[in-house]
């Protein structure tokens, strides 16, 4: 943690744009975030506002408020559970949260543009892959959740997100994204809240329905006071909270001058009308496959599913030109539809290609088959015609 000087002047700046009158200013954040309650993890689970309220009275209430409402004026500082968190990533966890806020600059703005398209859900839950992944579109947890938004192979199958040996659209940042919303706005539609929706998120609309009944909490807050939720659900909403405040104010918690991300390029979506090699788009664009798979982690392997016409990667923008202006090197083979075939015992590559009166090679090629000889009873094929 930096010293209590480098952080007390920026919020004595932000507390005297926000209002606050002069005697407010005999405190600091250390005090607010670092008391004895919350360094030995000892806050009281029925305690919905600080019991050292010396410590908190500047805050702006907190009552009738939403939890985003609460969040962008500070009053969600209020929270014990919420200051904890806050102490947490700004000490031991301040390395997560760094790496998360330098990533967030690679992806965020295309994630908020997907939000501004889509009315009622509030633009910061934008923000969620903060808590979810790090803003890390390879991240797996350990229930084998993948990509910013976490998500399990069967709800990502039931929001229509394809999982196979060409892609995982779970790490595809925009296709993702629009999974979370349809998620969440799902969600909300059952609980009426975006509080219980998050949780809910995290646990399952099960889990915390049960939780509820049992309780007979109303709320979100009271459902957390019962302590009935799992753990980590329990402390989903907080920590997603406490991981805004910061973001929000990064001058305020003096991490303004660590936030160096790595150079970011504006890309733009890019249409294939075949399927391609990406050494190929290295090699005719000029980008490094660094930039490729930063922008497209949703391909496991080196060429695009060979089952899409019209293929969307994200490049940047000055690579379209270059693309388009060699397209005859690009697209090694041209085709005006795909068939997929199953391979069956007896069958080769060739006597398959001579059945769809196609090129044994452009079968090779466009499955990505490293051993001809070696395919199997059962395998799956895609068939260029």
């Known amino acids: 943690m930096k010293s209590s000087f480098s952080i007390i002047y920026p919020a004595i700046i932000l507390i005297s744009l926000l209002g606050f009158n002069d005697n407010s200013f005999s405190w600091s954040l ?19 506002t ?21 969040i962008n004026d500070l009053s969600i500082c209020r929270r014990d559970d919420v200051r ?12 997560f949260l760094i790496g998360a806020i330098r990533r ?10 997907i939000f501004n398209n889509n009315k009622n859900i509030p ?27 976490q998500f399990l192979r069967m ?21 993702s994204t629009i999974a979370a919303i349809r998620h969440l706005k799902n969600l909300y539609k059952n609980f009426k809240s975006w509080e219980l929706a998050l949780a809910a998120y995290n646990g399952g609309a099960g889990h915390v329905k049960r939780a509820m009944q049992r309780s007979r909490a109303g709320d979100l807050w009271e459902l957390i006071k019962s302590g009935v939720l799992k753990k980590e659900t329990e402390e989903y909403v907080p920590r997603m909270a ?18 160096f991300p790595s150079s970011i390029a504006e890309t733009e979506n890019i249409v294939l009308k075949y399927p391609v090699n990406i050494n190929d788009v290295l090699r005719l664009s000029g980008v490094p496959i660094s930039t490729i798979k930063r922008y497209n982690p949703e391909l496991k392997r080196n060429r695009t599913p060979p089952y899409y016409l019209n293929y969307s990667i994200r490049l940047p923008v000055d690579a379209k030109e270059r693309l388009k202006s060699n397209r005859k090197k690009l697209y090694k083979f041209k085709f ?38 070696l395919i199997r009873p059962g395998q799956r094929l895609y068939i260029p015609i």
């Open 30 to 48: 250390i005090d607010i975030f670092d008391n004895r309650s919350v360094r030995d993890n000892k806050i009281e689970k029925n305690s919905e």
């Open 50 to 70: 600080s019991t050292r309220t010396d410590y908190t009275f500047f805050i702006p209430p907190l009552s009738n408020k939403t939890l985003f409402e609460a």
């Open 84 to 95: 904890k968190f806050i102490y947490q990533y700004m000490t031991k966890g301040r390395r």
């Open 104 to 113: 967030s600059i690679l992806y965020h703005d295309i994630i908020a543009k």
């Open 123 to 149: 633009k910061d839950i934008s923000l969620l892959p903060l808590l979810e992944s790090g803003f890390n579109p390879y991240a797996v947890s350990r229930s084998n959740a993948v990509g910013l938004w």
């Open 155 to 175: 709800t990502s199958t039931l929001l229509g997100l394809k999982t196979d040996i060409w892609v995982d659209e779970r790490r595809d940042i925009e296709k």
């Open 242 to 259: 406490a991981l805004l405040v910061i973001y929000k104010n990064q001058q305020l918690f003096n991490i303004k001058d660590e936030i």
């Open 336 to 373: 005006s539809r795909v068939k997929r075939h199953t391979v069956k015992k007896g069958e080769c590559i060739i006597k398959i290609a001579r059945r769809y009166k196609t090129k044994a090679k452009m079968i090779i090629i466009l499955n990505d088959i490293k051993k001809p000889s």
